[in-house]
């Protein structure tokens, strides 16, 4: 008899014992449906949750990021510094802006932001912005990181659409730059039933402008007083599911961080690289490894009913609508492009579950020697 499926993330799963139906019904019988009361109170529980003073809910994490952008004054024919391993997220972000992102290569450990080719990269480009990813929900050197760019006088913008509650000496993620922006996708750590995301800050004026600029650059009712604004706003229902699961988020953190030590004692001296972290600086959003030949794992775990996927196969620098040379080598991003692999990492994956993905891992490495 065939096993059943274990899939890279189950929002059943995930989301099981949860009572939605409940603010759900509150939120309809209030006839108010967008940038209501749930959406001001999440945006509080946010603020408090991540630290800050300010949390500015927006529609999804990418008009999270170009908002960011814009409320830091990024415009046409700025540079923008990224990586180039973590999707095309922020690149998106960066040429809705009318900038040209400028990729910088990743640490070899973490596969996050690299400070040395940071200094290269702004040394020879002059960026008016650094988006730091804290990718997989492994938070970047992210001090380092700051403290360059304040030397050198450039914002920085945390991409935390994969790091939610991930932390460091009492920090969150979110705390540390200029400004953050979070995804609620609904395989997030905090995922909606729907989109969202929001852009976090202790900027006061920084907070007013990204507020206005989400809903068509208002300062009040039908009076545009600032440019480059846009309809981008969390509805009441999804800020509602948002407030139901926020105060759970730690606990399923520290499964997903469990989940990864499991695989990571397992897979010690096989011929994989293996996550650098599992304290509390890494929320394990992703359980990325990396392998010479993942096309056989990927075709060997699918034999025994467990999904994986590749988070990312293509670097920024190489799509096709936007390839072009880097100013700075990026040999680590281009091997990790090519090597990485997801195993299934989330709350609610069962033991049983976890063991068969282990056992299907470890066969298939054993074969290999």
Same mark, same amino acid.
């Given at each position: 008899?065939?096993?059943?499926?274990?899939?890279?993330?189950?929002?059943?799963?995930?989301?099981?014992?949860?009572?939605?139906?409940?603010?759900?019904?509150?939120?309809?019988?209030?006839?108010?449906?967008?940038?209501?009361?749930?959406?001001?109170?999440?945006?509080?529980?946010?603020?408090?949750?991540?630290?800050?003073?300010?949390? /500015?809910?927006?529609?999804?994490?990418?008009?999270?990021?170009?908002?960011?952008?814009?409320?830091?004054?990024?415009?046409?024919?700025? $540079?923008?510094?990224?990586?180039?391993?973590?999707?095309?997220?922020?690149?998106?972000?960066?040429?809705?802006?009318?900038?040209?992102?400028?990729?910088?290569?990743?640490?070899?450990?973490?596969?996050?932001?690299?400070?040395?080719?940071?200094?290269?990269?702004?040394?020879?480009?002059?960026?008016?912005?650094?988006?730091?990813?804290?990718?997989?929900?492994?938070?970047?050197?992210?001090?380092?990181?700051?403290?360059?760019?304040?030397?050198?006088? /450039?914002?920085?913008?945390?991409?935390?659409?994969?790091?939610?509650?991930? $932390? $460091?000496?009492?920090?969150?993620?979110?705390?540390f730059g200029t400004i953050a922006c979070f995804s609620f996708y609904p395989t997030k750590n905090l995922g909606a039933l729907g989109d969202g995301g929001a852009v976090v800050t202790g900027d006061d004026a920084l907070a007013a402008r990204i507020r206005q600029l989400r809903q068509y650059g208002w300062d009040q009712k039908y009076r545009v007083a600032i440019p480059g604004g846009r309809n981008s706003r969390l509805d009441e229902m999804q800020a509602a599911i948002l407030r139901i699961k926020l105060p759970h988020l730690d606990t399923w953190n520290e499964q997903r961080r469990s989940i990864a030590k499991r695989y990571n004692e397992a897979f010690a001296g096989l011929d994989i690289q293996l996550p650098s972290s599992v304290s509390d600086d890494y929320v394990a959003h992703l359980y990325v490894i990396r392998v010479k030949d993942r096309a056989a794992l990927a075709a060997a775990l699918k034999e025994k009913s467990v999904s994986t996927d590749i988070h990312y196969p293509i670097a920024d620098h190489k799509q096709p609508a936007y390839a072009a040379a880097p100013s700075v080598a990026l040999d680590v991003t281009e091997r990790t492009c090519d090597t990485v692999i997801s195993l299934p990492c989330f709350p609610g994956l069962s033991d049983e579950e976890v063991d068969r993905v282990i056992e299907a891992v470890t066969t298939h490495f054993s074969k290999e020697i």
């Open positions: 008899m065939l096993s059943s499926i274990i899939p890279l993330f189950s929002a059943t799963a995930a989301n099981a014992g949860l009572d939605f139906a409940t603010p759900l019904k509150a939120v309809l019988d209030s006839h108010w449906y967008v940038l209501g009361n749930e959406v001001k109170l999440f945006e509080e529980e946010f603020a408090a949750y991540v630290g800050v003073q300010h949390c /500015i809910s927006v529609a999804n994490g990418s008009d999270a990021l170009e908002l960011a952008l814009k409320g830091l004054g990024v415009v046409g024919g700025d $540079r923008v510094v990224a990586v180039a391993n973590a999707g095309f997220y922020g690149s998106t972000a960066i040429h809705a802006v009318g900038a040209t992102p400028v990729y910088a290569d990743v640490d070899p450990a973490t596969l996050t932001l690299c400070k040395n080719s940071l200094e290269a990269v702004i040394a020879k480009e002059k960026p008016a912005a650094i988006i730091v990813t804290h990718l997989y929900g492994q938070l970047a050197n992210i001090e380092e990181i700051v403290q360059i760019a304040s030397a050198a006088g /450039i914002p920085v913008l945390e991409d935390c659409a994969q790091s939610h509650g991930a $932390r $460091r000496n009492g920090k969150q993620a979110g705390s």
